[in-house]
């Protein structure tokens, strides 16, 4: 059975960082690419970042410069780096599990297997 189960969240100041992990089992994660996603309260879920089986990666503008992902296939995780972070980067985020090798995508529709999430807080 296919599971991902994110870690690493919690409350940071602006300018700080926080390094979220995403946890995968059940399935062949060396074939899969990874998203990351984050829905703040009243906001639509919006696609951070995607890494492909390959490593290849792709940003959203809004974070393009400040968050890195990265995997770890000996692990079977993904991580996404979060850097500079801004209030505006408070939201729950989730990391999504797509069965398409050497590609990604950071379109939520594209994505059946989600993880429960983790909330990120950026305060002072």
């Known amino acids: 059975q296919l599971q991902l189960v994110e870690s690493g969240g919690g409350l940071v100041q602006p300018g700080g960082s926080l390094r979220l992990s995403c946890a995968a089992s059940?399935?062949?994660?060396?074939?899969?690419?990874i998203g990351w996603f984050r829905q703040a309260p009243g906001k639509e879920r919006e696609g951070v970042s995607c890494i492909t089986s390959g490593g290849a990666t792709n940003y959203s503008d809004s974070v393009k410069g400040r968050f890195t992902t990265s995997r770890d296939n000996t692990m079977n995780t993904v991580y996404l780096q979060m850097n500079s972070l801004e209030p505006a980067d408070t939201a729950i985020y989730y990391c999504a599990a797509l069965g398409v090798r050497n590609f990604c995508i950071r379109t939520a529709a594209w994505y059946g297997n989600w993880g429960q999430g983790t909330q990120v807080t950026v305060s002072s």
């Open positions: 059940g399935f062949s994660f060396d074939y899969y690419a």
